[in-house]
């Protein structure tokens, strides 16, 4: 993704084609850059040959995760709705792995149904849940225990999972006590340890602290586990300022750990895959002059895009066209949602912008679409997936008539 004789292009496809073609918003991803990201995450992990699980909430369009698929990647779901669009897209149901601390009982019905390589619990409760369900079908299941390792991730406290005070995993004094129950249970089969300390994670330390509690509670509880899930939350270069995850001493740490731990590694990459893959068009729709600042009322929203209301996140926004002009401007990027927090960013020294000229919103291709809501009654935008200079339409514009 870069300029084109000023013109931001993707791949090969200048964007002023897409928006003389479609109506705004509109998500835009490169086929290509999610290959890519693919590759280079295997990669960086190809000593241990680790199973990719894509973490289907960053992003479940259908033909998204059919690409992925493509790609040889798992899936990591949190609902039915997700696990049914994994096996959709064509994801080997020995290749999907469940999470969520709220699975209900009919969810895990059709999980254990289905087969999946591995449902990780949350609780003592759901565990007892899941082995009623396997009684009354007098079957084995497979599962997982999510452990909370209480670990900061030193990430936005709204995406971080891994402390004590998170509800997410058991705490390491409940995980013995069901370790010990589950080994008694004719219905259970215990195998994999699972951690998930949090988002946009960009410093490695958290996560040596994660795999030392690992350690820990392996050489505690002396118990062969055959997958050891280390779930997701690498960061992307969100701002440009090459603040970049260090994949290679992460690599190392994690070899490491293997050479005490005869184990599959179990990775459920989200944001790190489909991050940076997609790019949000907004057109300007007014511009309000302001004593300090002008807002610019773009027509993306918080519906269309939530992270920045939701987390404060922040996505760096550059003009469609550049122009060589000199002038340069301090912007409030709004949407027209009534909510003050529909905002997207404030920034200085942009280009100076006029009335139905077009914007791009970076890096939106995890938790972007599959965030979006019809607040306010707006249809959620379309989505389509660029490879060369081919435009394929992965989601059509939603109706109002569908949504009324
Ligand atoms: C959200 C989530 C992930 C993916 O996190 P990313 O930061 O997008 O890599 C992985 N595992 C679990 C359990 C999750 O909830």
Not at 288 to 304: C, H, L, R, Y
Request: net charge positive; hydrophobic share 35%.
């Amino acid at each position: 993704m870069k300029y084109n004789k000023n013109i931001f292009t993707v791949d090969k496809c200048k964007l002023n084609k897409v928006v003389k073609k479609f109506e705004t918003p509109i998500f835009c991803y490169s086929e290509k850059k999610i290959t890519e990201n693919i590759i280079n995450f295997r990669n960086n992990f190809k000593s241990f040959s680790p199973v990719i699980c894509f973490s289907t909430k960053s992003n479940c369009n259908l033909e998204i995760l059919k690409l992925i698929k493509r790609n040889g990647l798992g899936a990591d779901v949190v609902s039915k709705g997700e696990l049914m669009i994994a096996l959709k897209a064509g994801i080997n149901s020995k290749k999907i792995v469940f999470s969520g601390v709220g699975k209900t009982r009919s969810e895990l019905i059709y999980a254990i149904e289905k087969n999946i390589l591995l449902i990780n619990s949350e609780s003592k409760s759901e565990i007892l849940e899941i082995e009623s369900i396997a009684k009354s079908k007098n079957k084995k299941v497979d599962i997982g225990i999510r452990l909370n390792p209480n670990t900061d991730a030193k990430t936005l406290k709204q995406i971080s999972t891994g402390k004590k005070e998170n509800k997410f995993g058991i705490n390491e004094k409940t995980f013995i006590e069901v370790l010990e129950y589950i080994k008694s249970s004719k219905f259970l089969n215990l195998k994999c340890l699972s951690v998930h300390i949090g988002s946009q994670i960009l410093d490695h330390k958290p996560y040596q602290k994660m795999l030392n509690v690992l350690q820990k509670l392996i050489k505690k509880i002396d118990y062969n586990f055959e997958y050891i899930d280390l779930g997701g939350g690498m960061g992307i270069d969100y701002n440009k300022d090459n603040k970049k995850f260090n994949y290679k001493k992460y690599n190392q740490m994690i070899k490491k750990f293997l050479k005490k731990n005869k184990t599959k590694i179990i990775f459920e990459p989200g944001r790190s895959i489909i991050g940076d893959t997609a790019i949000l068009i907004s057109k300007v729709i007014y511009i309000k002059e302001n004593s300090k600042k002008d807002f610019i009322i773009v027509d993306a929203a918080m519906n269309d895009l939530m992270r920045p209301a939701l987390y404060g996140a922040k996505h760096r926004i550059v003009p469609l066209k550049k122009t060589n002009k000199k002038t340069k401007k301090t912007y409030d990027f709004v949407g027209p949602i009534c909510e003050t927090t529909d905002k997207f960013l404030t920034t200085n020294k942009f280009q100076k912008l006029n009335e139905k000229d077009y914007i791009i919103i970076c890096d939106v291709g995890a938790y972007g679409s599959s965030l979006s809501s019809n607040y306010n009654i707006r249809p959620k935008p379309a989505e389509i997936l660029i490879r060369g200079s081919k435009i394929n339409v992965i989601k059509k514009r939603q109706k109002l008539k569908d949504i009324i």
